[in-house]
């Protein structure tokens, strides 16, 4: 009876183990996956490449993988027009909860740490959306979805902002959904010091002079993060290398569908003079997993757990 106990309690713990770490999603990009992707790009041009090797650019492979193809995206390189854009998984409808992670690295013309002509971009990332219009700061009543965006270069008065159906514009610094003290969302605050003073890979540096210097302390360029976005109950969390940045409450809020979206973003009306920004200035991602949220499958472990315990008296 013991031995049953015991097998029985492994084949539960095996059958949930696998449960909560079977992947919804998942993406490497190190086969050219274009044809699984929607792009969705607003009123500027944008760019999207879906099987970019960012070594070409001294880049070293992100630590969440082995190879160095990743999502490279841009936009107004060219047209003098405030955009944006973003890209979704044809066909991903998630539901309940789940995490959304991924490497991320936002790319940054120099010099630093103040960054070289038009280097204030947005990179952004959400959920909830129905993958079928462009999600970025200037989408108005488009927007569908929760989402998140970060400078790489600290450029801005908000360097760290949380976007939804309830906030199109950003929610504003001091807002409760921000965990920094104080709602504070520009890298100078205290919160945001574990990012930045860091410089360009030396392989960047040796194909591109003009990359000298390091980045801010608190601006999260130039350095590749592991990033977390979390929809566990009402709940939708984002987190940056374990750093809790922003809680968005769903009930506050109108979701489009379920799927994901990755993008990019100019805040600015001009495009960047600097004839190196089209090779310098773009969003990268990389190693994309979607899995059940943790703590799914534990009233099922506690379940078998009390079974078992039945089964030894």
Known sequence: MKLRS?????????????????QLFSENFEADPTANWTVNAGPSDFAANFFFDYSTVGIPAAPGGAGTRGLKIQANLFNNIFGGGS???IGLNLSGDYVVSFDW?????????GGGNGSTNLSTFGIGTA????QWPGAGVLTDSVWFAATGDGGSASDYRAYSTAAPTSYAAGNAVYAAPAGGINNSDPYYAGFGGVAAPAAQLALFPQQTGSTQVGAAGMQWHQVEINKSGDLVTWTIDGLLIATVDLNTVTLGGGNIFFGHSDINTGSSI?????????????????????????????????LCARRRR
Not at 6 to 20: K, P, Q, R
Not at 105 to 113: E, R, V, Y
Not at 131 to 134: D, F, I, L, P, W
């Open 87 to 89: 890209v979704s998984p």
């Open 6 to 22: 015991a097998l029985l309690a492994t084949t539960l713990l095996g059958s949930i183990t696998g449960t909560a770490s079977a």
């Open 105 to 113: 690295w936002s790319n940054i013309n120099g010099p630093f740490p």
């Open 131 to 134: 993958g079928t219009t462009a």
């Open 274 to 306: 600097d004839p190196n920004a089209p090779q310098l200035l773009f969003t990268l991602i990389d190693n994309v997993v979607v899995i059940p949220a943790p703590g799914v499958a534990m009233p099922l472990l506690a379940f078998g757990a009390a």
